[in-house]
């Protein structure tokens, strides 16, 4: 790793932010605007008194210009420092290795201590995403400590961020293969014992929504005989996981004509041709507002409605028309919910806050004129920790009517 060092100058305010664990420091936070370096260079901070406060990664591409990697405690960032990082990560998530789970998140970005960095397992496929250039340095030696640390690791499959895509100059390439061949097609795995296949070159996120795995395990749970309508069904998980608990039927709406092809094959892997054939899994193509309120005009109603749509706020800007969307939303699934029925509603915004959502779904089922009971709220699961405010996204509510 060819890296050089640079010191970083901020205010008072934000150094007491970084030693409560915020992560991160913008471009418009530097006391020193003119600061030149190159991606991966190694930015230390030091507080008032001239005492280390920080080291991280710097990045002269990003609005975040600096992100942390460690606090207090000088040391050397180093194959020994991301090694024990690595191994921590790991450990925490080995209670995964007895629930037939073969694919689940391995490090969580900021979280587990890699800023700007995911890297998701798919069985014996490994694939890193970086939403910096910060990393391209560190990317073959980080390579190998991940093949050692894994095990049984065949690939490693590297995916940058639109922001890195545009700035990598060609040092780097979106779902270039760091190690090992690439996927003849979809990459099949276990989750909770059931089978799935993603396609990890052109798949949303890293090939499979692994953040929903604990709700898709509720929803099994309650599945038993149920009529489930499963809205932004993607590649259908929740409709297999709640076949397998029991479910009578399943019907899936989503506007994306691959993820429906994907869900098809999802569902197959599990229960072969002969369900579809008997009308228990059915799929409507559509905009999911739109197809909501043809079933509300149908007077068609479902034990189980399942409500996991895309973020709709990505941005703070964003925020108001988002929360009047999940409002909206969770009055056209209530509608489409049976009395004595279930309706899980799930958010993936972060920038709208769990107290935020849930005040939208109760405003959305009220609208309706409905009353209903709180029966559960979920939040991330154990590979995908959350150490600081802004890490959180997913939430989710279970109403019962």
Not at 8 to 15: A, C, D, N, Y
Not at 213 to 238: I, M
Request: net charge positive.
């Amino acid at each position: 790793m060819n890296t050089g060092r640079i010191k970083i100058k901020i205010s008072k305010r934000h150094q007491n932010k970084i030693r409560k664990g915020f992560p991160w420091v913008y471009y418009y936070q530097l006391s020193q605007r003119n600061i030149t370096g190159r991606p991966g260079d190694l930015g230390v901070i030091y507080d008032s008194a001239n005492r280390f406060l920080a080291i991280g990664l710097f990045d002269p591409f990003s609005d975040i210009r600096l992100r942390i990697l460690q606090t207090r405690n000088p040391c050397e960032i180093d194959e020994h420092f991301f090694r024990e990082r690595l191994q921590a990560d790991l450990a925490l998530r080995e209670p995964l290795q007895s629930q037939e789970t073969t694919a689940y998140r391995m490090v969580n970005g900021e979280n587990d201590g890699f800023p700007g960095m995911v890297v998701d397992r798919y069985n014996d496929t490994l694939v890193i995403k970086v939403y910096t250039s910060a990393w391209f340095p560190y990317l073959p030696m980080l390579v190998s400590l991940l093949r050692e640390e894994s095990g049984s690791c065949q690939r490693v499959l590297l995916k940058l961020s639109r922001h890195v895509e545009r700035v990598s100059e060609g040092s780097f390439k979106d779902n270039q293969m760091l190690f090992g061949a690439a996927p003849a097609g979809p990459v099949r795995f276990k989750e909770n014992g059931l089978l799935f296949e993603a396609d990890l070159i052109h798949g949303q996120k890293t090939g499979f929504f692994l953040d929903q795995r604990e709700n898709r395990q509720q929803v099994r749970e309650r599945a038993q005989g149920r009529s489930v309508l499963n809205v932004f069904s993607y590649t259908g998980a929740f409709s297999v996981y709640a076949r397998a608990g029991g479910a009578v039927s399943v019907l899936e709406i989503d506007v994306n004509t691959q993820a429906q092809a994907a869900a098809l094959k999802n569902w197959k892997l599990n229960f072969g041709t002969g369900e579809i054939q008997e009308n228990r899994f059915r799929q409507v193509r559509g905009d999911a507002f739109e197809q909501l309120a043809s079933l509300n005009r149908q007077g068609k109603q479902f034990d189980l409605v399942i409500l996991d749509p895309p973020a709709f706020a990505n941005r703070k800007q964003n925020k108001a028309n988002a929360l009047q969307a999940y409002l909206r939303l969770a009055k056209a699934g209530a509608q489409c919910t049976r009395d004595g029925g279930l309706l899980l509603a799930a958010s993936c915004s972060s920038q709208v806050r769990a107290d935020e959502f849930y005040r939208a779904v109760d405003l959305g089922i009220r609208a309706t004129g409905r009353s209903y009971q709180k029966l559960l709220k979920t939040g991330h699961p154990l590979d995908h920790p959350v150490t600081f405010r802004e890490g959180a996204y997913l939430k989710a509510i279970y109403c019962q009517f």
